[in-house]
């Protein structure tokens, strides 16, 4: 017989312990990615609830042409009373001194039920042929404008969309 010789094992694959680290850097990557999800759903609801202050946009707008003056509340706009003006993600429209706030209920997510978003009118003083600006929350009132309304917004700004944050 000759000599012994030693026959190397060929590397055939993942060990358990390195497919173990890999399914756990997964599991971490995925539980870091479902905060971001979740704002996200809730910053689309939030939006699709904007499309609802159309009504009242135009009501506040026929209002100020007729009379020279914004709406006091909803019944000076010729509007039904806030509960009865919803939607999908919307449980009541106010208007108050022309402004506009939304309150979220209805479909939307739990976290957003009760909590207030608001449009507040922007106008040029003394011109009633300039149509109104609808501000939303934060942003800034454009050169020449005059805001008008309280804004009652008490959403967090990670589900504000992005046209209702205050630029730089």
């Known amino acids: 017989m000759g000599p012994i010789t030693y026959c190397p094992r060929t590397y055939a694959g993942f060990t358990w312990i390195e497919l173990l680290i890999v399914l756990a850097v997964a599991a971490v990557l995925a539980l870091l990615s479902i905060p971001a999800m979740h704002e996200g759903v809730l910053r689309r609801q939030v939006k699709e609830s904007l499309g ?78 300039v149509p109104i600006a609808w501000l939303c929350h934060a942003i800034n009132v454009p050169k020449g404008m005059e805001v008008l ?17 205050a630029g730089p």
């Open 52 to 129: 609802l202050a159309d009504v009242a946009k135009h009501a506040v707008q026929e209002t100020l042409s007729m009379t020279g003056e914004m709406p006091a509340d909803n019944k000076a706009a010729m509007l039904p009373e806030p509960e009865k003006i919803v939607g999908s993600h919307v449980s009541a429209v106010h208007v108050r001194d022309g402004a506009i706030t939304l309150v979220l209920g209805n479909n939307a997510n739990r976290v957003l039920h009760g909590r207030k978003i608001t449009l507040r009118p922007a106008i040029v003083p003394d011109e009633p042929i």
């Open 149 to 165: 309304g309280r804004d009652e917004t008490d959403l967090s700004p990670d589900t504000l969309p992005v046209e209702c944050r």
